[in-house]
T-cell receptor, first 112, second 111 residues
Framework: EDQVTQSPEALRLQEGESSSLNCSYT??????LFWYRQDPGKGPEFLFT???AGEEKEKERLKATLTKKESFLHITAPKPEDSATYLC?????????????FGTGTLLAVQP | DAGVTQSPTHLIKTRGQQVTLRCSPK?????VSWYQQALGQGPQFIFQ???????QRGNFPDRFSGHQFPNYSSELNVNALLLGDSALYLC??????????FGSGTRLTVV
């Protein structure tokens, strides 16, 4: 069964304290690994798509990496505005279409 | 350029009632997917519409149904509401297979 697991469930950091979020996946026919940011009561906001092992992408203080079994979201010198839930999703090809299989997310709180 | 627009933003319904949620996709997008996100959980795929037809369905009962119109907008209908249907309902649109853009969602509360 296709599955995406994220850890930790929650993470509290001090401003400037770098860390990483983990996403392990088992998705048949993986077409891409997606990272989204979600603020309370809002829809997910796209951050990155990774397509092959070894690929890396960066945006401001965030860097996403991908291996054959895991993806990591590295946060360098975070600021309070980085506080949000970070969702990881594998895109599965279901024959006729693609769908996203999400993990439960990591709730990140960055304290000043 | 408007993104994905969902309406209403919030809704309160009584058990057993029916509800219709609406979604206008991002300009240029022709495919619409619906997701259910319970509190503290990740979004769960409900179904996807393309060319006014349901292309794939997740593990949701027949009480959940949908429709896509010629202008690519979409509706999600839920009949015989249960307390467990309380969730944030998200619409996502795309052109082709990649680049899903999500709306802000409709918060449905069933009492």
């Amino acid at each position: 069964e296709d599955q995406v697991t994220q850890s930790p469930e929650a993470l509290r950091l001090q401003e400037g304290e770098s860390s990483s979020l983990n996403c392990s996946y088992t998705v048949s026919g993986l077409r891409g690994l997606f990272w989204y940011r979600q603020d309370p009561g809002k829809g997910p906001e796209f951050l990155f798509t990774l397509y092959s092992a070894g690929e890396e992408k960066e945006k401001e203080r965030l860097k996403a990496t991908l291996t054959k079994k895991e993806s990591f979201l590295h946060i360098t010198a975070p600021k309070p505005e980085d506080s949000a839930t970070y969702l990881c999703a594998g895109m599965n090809y279901g024959g006729a279409t693609n769908k996203l299989i999400f993990g439960t997310g990591t709730l990140l709180a960055v304290q000043p | 350029d408007a993104g994905v627009t969902q309406s209403p933003t919030h809704l309160i319904k009584t058990r057993g009632q029916q509800v219709t949620l609406r979604c206008s996709p991002k300009s240029g997008h022709d495919t619409v997917s619906w997701y259910q996100q319970a509190l503290g959980q990740g979004p769960q795929f409900i179904f996807q519409y393309y060319e006014e037809e349901e292309r794939q369905r997740g593990n949701f009962p027949d009480r959940f149904s949908g429709h896509q119109f010629p202008n690519y907008s979409s509706e999600l209908n839920v009949n015989a509401l249960l307390l467990g249907d309380s969730a944030l309902y998200l619409c996502a649109s795309t052109q082709g297979s990649y680049g899903y853009t999500f709306g802000s969602g409709t918060r449905l509360t069933v009492v």
